[in-house]
């Protein structure tokens, strides 16, 4: 089943004999992630997280389970990466535009102010609360490099509690496979070459695990190849 969701296509395949069990499973699967969208999205003012972005800095903001994990999961991914990736890159994030023709691209000055408010650190979660608060005026934060991921992951579980054994999830990239195909082989994943629409730059097999993968050829402009790899405010490294 194809459903457009996060801003992309979400793709459900459950190989089960039941038929009635595979439509409800995807049914329940597709609600589970629509129902997260909302709740972490950043293109609705009325989401989880926009309240968070508006409200927190005046006060602790109270959040579902899901969010507070996956807020508190990006923070130790700050940690982890000595903040290569944080998730109040929404700070500066929305000076691009992409979509404009020619894309909007910010003036350095801009961006050297804005990205003084990208700071993880300017986050606080109060776990017996399930609060969030953030530190500094104008840290706001984004999901977009986490959530969907992790909203793939829930989708996996409702599968799961539905007793498919044998499936894919594949939210625009992010793909989890379970289980074997109709053939009893392992899931193919083809990874696109980012310079070539024709070319798969890998094809691995898969079973049990997750793919993601990240790149600059939808979102980008400049004469950048993207290929650095050192903490950078540019959306092209």
Request: glycine share 8%; with cysteine.
């Amino acid at each position: 089943q194809v459903v457009g969701l996060m801003g992309t296509e979400i793709r459900i395949l459950v190989l089960e004999e039941n038929r009635l069990l595979a439509e409800t499973a995807i049914a329940a699967a597709i609600a589970e992630m629509a129902r997260l969208e909302a709740m972490m999205t950043d293109w609705r003012e009325d989401s989880q997280l926009m309240q968070v972005n508006r409200e927190a800095f005046r006060h602790p903001v109270p959040v579902d389970p899901e969010l507070f994990t996956v807020i508190s999961d990006g923070i130790q991914a700050g940690v982890d990466t000595d903040g290569a990736f944080d998730i109040t890159w929404r700070s500066a994030g929305r000076l691009w535009d992409f979509k404009a023709d020619p894309p909007r691209l910010p003036d350095p000055a801009t961006i050297a102010a804005a990205a003084r408010r990208v700071d993880y650190r300017a986050i606080r979660l109060d776990p017996e609360a399930r609060t969030v608060r953030l530190l500094a005026e104008q840290v706001h934060i984004g999901l977009g490099g986490i959530a969907k991921g992790a909203i793939v992951d829930y989708a996996v579980g409702v599968l799961r509690s539905r007793g498919c054994k044998r499936f894919v999830v594949n939210a625009g990239g992010d793909i989890f496979a379970r289980g074997r195909n109709d053939g009893g082989r392992l899931w193919w994943v083809a990874i696109r070459h980012p310079r070539s629409n024709q070319e798969n730059l890998a094809v691995l097999p898969v079973a049990n695990l997750a793919v993601v993968t990240s790149g600059d050829f939808r979102n980008a402009a400049g004469n950048s190849p993207g290929t650095e790899n050192t903490p950078s405010s540019r959306p092209d490294t």
